[in-house]
């Protein structure tokens, strides 16, 4: 005669901890894993922006207007009139602007008027082109030093309230045509050697 085996209790409470347990240890990793990919994104991100912050300038030359300086990269060259000194004056404005939140900026100016009516005119050509510069981004001369740039009339400002921050100004005025260096929200020094490269043909 054979003994009956007593059957085993199932245990269906023990077994759904299990499941759950398991989905948790799951969902968990999934999630390590997920953050680590978002971090290898950031990584990524914060080294591209690095690396456009850690760029060196290069030359970028003008054979319209006659010049070379070192941008950070390839500017936008927009041409527009504007009214000053009771004329039309053609303008020709370079921007070079960076993720960082710099700016860097050549408006270059040419008056139809004779060489001679301009040599006249030379220091009010040079209060015009800060003035310009400043009123382009919405901010105002602060300060004004004259002096000479390259062999040619100079003169040297800042600006405060604009749109993009405060300014730095340089202009040079050659023959007909007055040269606006300008940047935003970058240091003196940055700043510096940008007109330290400016350079006529």
């Given at each position: 005669m054979?003994?009956q085996?007593?059957?085993?209790?199932?245990?269906?409470?023990r077994?759904i901890?299990?499941?759950?347990?398991a989905?948790?240890?799951?969902?968990?990793?999934?999630?390590?894993?997920?953050?680590m990919?978002?971090?290898?994104?950031?990584?990524?991100?914060?080294?591209v922006?690095n690396?456009?912050?850690?760029?060196?300038?290069?030359?970028y030359?003008?054979?319209?207007?006659?010049?070379?300086?070192?941008?950070?990269?390839?500017?936008k060259?927009?041409?527009?009139?504007?009214?000053?000194?009771?004329?039309?004056?053609?303008?020709v404005?370079y921007?070079?602007?960076?993720?960082?939140?710099?700016?860097?900026?050549?408006?270059?100016?040419?008056?139809?008027?004779s060489?001679?009516?301009?040599?006249?005119?030379e220091?009010?050509f040079?209060?015009?082109?800060?003035?310009?510069?400043?009123?382009?981004?919405?901010?105002?001369?602060?300060?004004?030093?004259?002096?000479?740039?390259?062999?040619?009339?100079?003169?040297?400002a800042?600006?405060?309230?604009?749109?993009?921050?405060?300014?730095?100004?340089?202009?040079?005025v050659?023959?007909t045509?007055?040269?606006?260096?300008?940047a935003?929200?970058?240091?003196q020094?940055?700043?510096?050697?940008?007109?330290?490269s400016?350079?006529?043909?």
């Amino acid at each position: 005669m054979r003994l009956q085996q007593p059957t085993k209790k199932r245990h269906p409470v023990r077994l759904i901890i299990i499941v759950v347990l398991a989905l948790i240890v799951l969902a968990g990793g999934g999630f390590a894993a997920w953050h680590m990919i978002q971090n290898a994104q950031n990584n990524r991100s914060k080294k591209v922006i690095n690396q456009q912050q850690q760029k060196e300038p290069t030359p970028y030359h003008s054979t319209e207007n006659g010049f070379t300086v070192n941008f950070m990269s390839e500017p936008k060259v927009t041409h527009d009139t504007i009214k000053g000194q009771g004329l039309e004056i053609p303008t020709v404005t370079y921007e070079d602007s960076q993720p960082s939140g710099s700016s860097y900026h050549i408006m270059v100016s040419t008056f139809k008027i004779s060489e001679e009516q301009a040599k006249s005119k030379e220091r009010a050509f040079l209060e015009a082109g800060l003035k310009a510069a400043a009123e382009s981004t919405g901010g105002k001369v602060t300060t004004m030093t004259n002096g000479t740039l390259l062999g040619y009339p100079s003169a040297t400002a800042t600006a405060v309230g604009g749109n993009d921050g405060d300014m730095r100004i340089t202009v040079i005025v050659k023959g007909t045509s007055v040269y606006a260096l300008h940047a935003s929200n970058v240091e003196q020094a940055d700043f510096d050697k940008f007109v330290q490269s400016f350079k006529f043909d």
